[in-house]
């Protein structure tokens, strides 16, 4: 009887309230991190507009405020289409050497094994904390006149320094960390499994590297190559330093921008602007396919 009498009373309410309150608890809490983080959203949303995105808003506004007519005519005059051919004539010089090098300086830095490893990291590494300024005056120091090699260059009848070879150097030095530091994490990732496959086929390190590690690495090298192009499109400081910007001769996209900012002309050097912007557009998006197709290539 007791038992029947106690399997008939009826189920506490107690736990059900329990959980029905503990939902309405974390219902309530969970409102208030929404509202956090989308409070956070909207404050880098606000930040980078505010630096980023309004300046180049204005930038393109003013450029065709006027209409289309003044920024033709800035766009074909003769020392702005100078100006843009020396840059892309500059890049196409300066991104082929640096992936060259920072293909070869990731395999030796993650293949090899030699005292003054540290060194040479520290190295590759320095243009990123060297201002391009002093990376300009450091090279005038070497290549000008004055310089280490200035004597012998003079004889050999090689001018360096306010000429192109000049800022091709310039441009290749503060552009030239962004292969290897690309490449170096995807090499280690790849591993030396498949070199040593290879090799123990009878492959040669030539064919090895061509079959093997190149294919593997292509992505990283990839990334560091458009890094390249963009930082090497808009560099200024070491540029300037050893162009001695001569207009119509040394005087790069960059510079014609200073060029006609300060000689009154807004419209060349709004124009001049919003070609460079367009550049660097370009150059995130093809970052950004490159991205996708890599990871939709991962993911086969």
């Known amino acids: 009887m007791s038992s029947s009498g106690e399997s008939a009373l009826p189920i506490s309410p107690a736990p059900l309230q329990a959980r029905r309150s503990g939902q309405a608890g974390s219902s309530k809490s969970s409102s208030p991190t929404r509202s956090r983080k989308l409070a956070v959203r909207l404050i880098a949303l606000g930040y980078l507009a505010l630096l980023l995105l309004a300046p180049v808003l204005m930038i393109f506004y003013r450029t065709f405020e006027h209409g289309l007519s003044p920024v033709w005519s800035s766009i074909t ?113 790849l591993g030396t499994d498949a070199e040593q496959a290879a090799e123990t086929l009878g492959a040669s390190p030539w064919q090895t590297f061509w079959r093997v590690t190149l294919p593997g690495i292509r992505w990283g090298v ?49 124009t001049a602007a919003v070609v460079l912007a367009l550049l660097a557009l370009g150059t995130l998006l093809l970052m950004n396919f490159l991205t996708r197709r890599a990871h939709g290539k991962g993911a086969h």
């Not at 005059?77 to 840059?87: E, G, K």
């Not at 930082?231 to 070491?238: M, P």
């Not at 300037?240 to 921008?257: A, F, K």
């Open 222 to 270: 990839v990334y560091g190559v458009v890094l390249t192009t963009a930082r090497a499109l808009g560099e200024f400081g070491a540029v300037s330093i050893v162009s001695g910007r001569i207009e119509g001769q040394t005087q790069t996209l960059p510079l014609y921008v200073q060029d006609r900012f300060e000689n009154f002309d807004t419209t060349g050097a709004y």
């Open 77 to 189: 005059a003769p020392n702005a289409m100078h100006a843009f051919w020396l840059s892309l004539e500059i890049v196409a010089i300066a991104v082929p050497l640096n992936t060259i090098f920072g293909i070869g300086m990731a395999i030796l830095l993650e293949r090899g094994r030699f005292h003054g490893k540290g060194l040479l990291n520290l190295l590759i590494d320095l243009p990123f904390a060297i201002s391009p300024v002093v990376v300009g005056l450091a090279l005038v120091l070497v290549y000008g006149k004055t310089g280490w090699f200035g004597d012998w260059l003079s004889e050999q009848g090689i001018q360096v320094i306010f000429s192109v070879p000049g800022m091709v150097i310039a441009t290749a030095v503060v552009s030239l960390p962004f292969v290897v530091r690309e490449t170096v994490p995807v090499l280690r990732e």
